[in-house]
């Protein structure tokens, strides 16, 4: 006796491929587009925000032009041995040793260590100092300033705890020649006289 299956038979359940045609063509024929054919959009224009004009001050014409002078400042981890040479302000918190010249103010810090010969404007020192200094303005020596070393400047200030060892010379560069052709025609009428 034959086996009836009493499964119904089942569909498969993979799609055929679908076939494919082939499909021909017309060539297609392109042609270099010329700049002048193109035309850039219109974009709205912002209208110019107002202007203000207003006259720059008139200088007169006798008043010298400042120029800003800066500031250099030694730190108190910095050791510099040559010479300086500076048109700024400079203030020494470090060590220096050898020449410091400089056409305007040099202070000399609290911490400050300098074995040179310095020769400013003007010259503060409130630290340590051997070597001789030359101001064409003044020398101040702080309350804590120790200086070994001979001082020339027509203006001094020495505070009372202050420390110093060497001469003092207050000519100023200007006046000196004057002062020695003076000396000069002293000597030589009291030469005249005896």
């Known amino acids: 006796m034959p086996v009836s299956n009493p499964f ?19 060539p297609v024929k392109l042609e270099p587009v010329k700049p002048e054919s193109i035309k850039p ?37 910095v050791i510099i041995r040559g010479d300086i040479t500076s048109e700024e302000n400079l203030q020494i918190e470090g060590v220096v040793d050898g ?18 010969t310095i020769r400013a404007k003007n010259i503060v020192i409130h630290g340590r ?29 020495i505070a009372e705890t202050a420390l110093f060892k060497g001469s003092i010379d207050m000519q100023s560069r200007e006046t000196s020649p004057v002062r020695e052709s003076k000396e000069k025609n002293v000597t030589a009428l009291e030469t005249v006289e005896k």
């Open 129 to 157: 100092v051997i070597g001789d200094i030359a101001a064409s303005n003044r020398v101040e020596l702080a309350p804590s300033a120790l200086l070994q070393g001979n001082i020339r400047a027509p203006k001094l200030a």
């Open 99 to 116: 020449s410091i010249e400089s056409s305007n103010d040099v202070h000399v810090g609290v911490e400050g260590r300098v074995n040179a």
């Open 8 to 26: 119904p038979q089942a569909t498969p359940l993979i799609p055929e491929k679908p076939k494919l045609e082939t499909v021909k063509l017309d």
């Open 41 to 77: 959009e219109a974009r709205p224009v912002a209208p110019a925000a107002p202007t203000v004009s207003i006259p720059a001050p008139e200088i007169p014409k006798s008043a010298p032009i400042a120029r800003s002078i800066g500031k250099t400042l030694i730190g108190n981890s």
